[in-house]
């Protein structure tokens, strides 16, 4: 975070893409996503990226659209929608609950 500012103007660089469980576990918050320091650090790394020319990237690990609408509206345009394990297990999970209901 100190040298972000360089690090967006190195020659070739010209896209970042913030992985929030590295840079929370990095920050010694592992997780906390509403964590007052993290939500400023996000904006902080974003802003420094728009001000830099520096294409905003971001990766949305849950599959949460919701999450995905907001990140597009902030400003990400480099995003990496979730994982296969968390898409499958949220959706066999929604599906079984589904499926309890068929059975009442």
């Known amino acids: 975070m100190d040298h972000l500012e360089e690090i967006f103007q190195v020659p070739g660089v010209n896209a970042?893409?913030?992985?929030?469980?590295?840079?929370?576990?990095s920050m010694g918050i592992p997780g906390q996503f509403n964590n007052k320091d993290f939500i400023n650090t996000m904006q902080?790394?974003?802003e420094?990226?728009?001000?830099?020319?520096?294409t905003a990237g971001l990766h949305v690990?849950?599959?949460?659209?919701?999450r995905l609408e907001q990140?597009?509206?902030?400003?990400?345009?480099?995003?990496?929608?979730?994982?296969d394990i968390?898409?499958?297990?949220?959706?066999?999970r929604a599906g079984i609950?589904?499926?309890?209901?068929?059975?009442?």
């Open 97 to 104: 609950e589904k499926a309890k209901e068929f059975k009442k």
């Open 48 to 54: 420094t990226g728009k001000r830099l020319n520096c």
């Open 71 to 83: 990140s597009i509206r902030e400003g990400y345009t480099f995003i990496a929608y979730s994982v």
């Open 86 to 92: 968390r898409i499958i297990d949220t959706t066999v």
């Open 61 to 66: 690990v849950e599959p949460d659209l919701n």
């Open 16 to 25: 970042f893409i913030i992985g929030p469980y590295d840079l929370s576990c």
């Open 44 to 46: 902080h790394i974003l």
